[in-house]
Nanobody, 131 residues
Framework: QVQLEESGGDSVQAGGSVRLSCALSGSSGYIYSWYCMGWARQAAGNQREWVAAIDADGKTSYVDSVEGRFTISRDNAKKILYLEMHSLNPDDTAMYYC??????????????????????WGQGTQVTVSS
């Protein structure tokens, strides 16, 4: 099984930046570079929403509210997924979860910041932005 562990969550002031990391370990039996991976977040009182995703071809997708401010990237050699977040505002306060589809089917990103399939999730890392 694949395990995903997020790190990098922090408490920052509005306008600040945070970089989140998601380290993958274990194996699903399929090639890591084929995984579609992404980030979702859930703020208190809100439903979970997808934020950003990146597929095996390096194509990315973002939810409208973060486009231009967040950048998702992956290091296949290190098996780490990143989310660079800039110009943060209090609306970005949430628990951020790393996700991946590890089932072996090549999966593309979908407009709006998510992969077409998801199978694995991390435990989350908290980002808090104060005004």
């Amino acid at each position: 099984q694949v395990q995903l562990e997020e790190s990098g969550g922090d408490s920052v002031q509005a306008g600040g930046s945070v970089r989140l990391s998601c380290a993958l370990s274990g194996s699903s039996g399929y090639i890591y570079s084929w995984y579609c991976m992404g980030w979702a977040r859930q703020a208190a009182g809100n439903q979970r929403e997808w934020v950003a995703a990146i597929d095996a071809d390096g194509k990315t997708s973002y939810v409208d509210s973060v486009e231009g401010r967040f950048t998702i990237s992956r290091d296949n050699a290190k098996k780490i997924l990143y989310l660079e977040m800039h110009s943060l505002n209090p609306d970005d306060t949430a628990m951020y979860y790393c996700t991946a589809y590890t089932g072996g089917r090549r999966t593309a990103v979908i407009d709006g910041g998510r992969c077409a399939r998801n199978s694995d999730w991390g435990q989350g890392t908290q980002v808090t932005v104060s005004s």
